[in-house]
């Protein structure tokens, strides 16, 4: 069956504009998460959706969110981009949070530039 | 917080050797899971290696297996007869249990690199 996918996957951005990313998560899976990777700072959790509902958010500002709509798909939103925002963007996707002996997914990623 | 460190930035082996990835986390919790994932070129996170902080019997997947050491809060990765594929990003990650969150809190990584 068809993995985690993320789309797009390579796209470049103006400071000041914003972005939508999107990820279609295994079928029937039914937990996404979103992570930023950046040379700098590593992996870092963004948020997690299951049932089209925020669980979990990390330390990023309001200008990133994101939503699940009711077939799983998940969209990430960043406003006002900014240079600092350049990155890898990864979604994960489970069949359900914190089950036990869950397999957590990844995607190829999205690769974002902001010039 | 829950934190993980990778006190390895790179490594390196040869073909068929054996090598060792170093993990250390802290946390307060006594139950929790940790995993070892690969990140080949194509950035594609890949499942290594999962361990479930209360079995005490180290997790073991074919050439892959770890040493998971509770009381220092220690999770290595000991790859087995190293191949050409294996070079890739290693990440050890974290994950909290109870509370449904799948939150993964990730080392900062230990690019290997083998050599033919």
């Known amino acids: 069956k068809a993995g985690v996918t993320q789309t797009p996957r390579y796209l470049i951005k103006t400071r000041g504009q914003q972005v939508t990313l999107s990820c279609s998560p295994i079928?029937?899976?039914?937990?996404v998460s979103w992570y930023q990777q950046t040379p700098g700072q590593g992996l870092q959790f963004l948020f997690e959706?299951?049932?089209?509902?925020?669980?979990n958010k990390g330390n990023f500002p309001g200008r990133f969110s994101g939503r699940q709509f009711s077939n799983s798909r998940s969209e990430m939103n960043v406003s006002t981009l900014e240079l600092g925002d350049s990155a890898l963007y990864l979604c994960?996707?489970?069949?359900?949070?914190?089950?036990?002996?869950?397999?957590?997914?990844f995607g190829e990623g999205s690769w974002l530039t902001v010039v | 917080a829950q934190t993980v460190t990778q006190s390895q930035p790179e490594m390196s082996v040869q073909e068929a050797e054996t090598v060792t990835l170093s993990c250390t986390y802290d946390?307060?919790?006594?139950?929790?899971?940790l995993f070892w994932y690969k990140q080949p070129p194509s950035r594609q996170m890949i499942l290594v290696i999962r361990q479930e902080a209360y079995k005490q019997q180290n997790a073991t997947e074919n050439r892959f297996s770890v040493n998971f050491q509770k009381a220092a809060k220690s999770f290595s990765l000991k790859i087995s007869d190293s191949q050409l594929g294996d070079a890739a990003m290693y990440f050890c990650a974290y994950q909290a249990t109870g509370g449904g969150s799948e939150k993964l809190v990730f080392g900062k990584g230990t690019k290997l690199t083998v050599n033919p």
């Open positions: 959706y299951f049932s089209e509902t925020q669980r």
């Open positions: 946390t307060s919790e006594s139950d929790y899971y």
């Open positions: 079928s029937g899976h039914r937990s």
């Open positions: 994960a996707s489970s069949l359900v949070p914190g089950s036990s002996g869950n397999t957590i997914y």
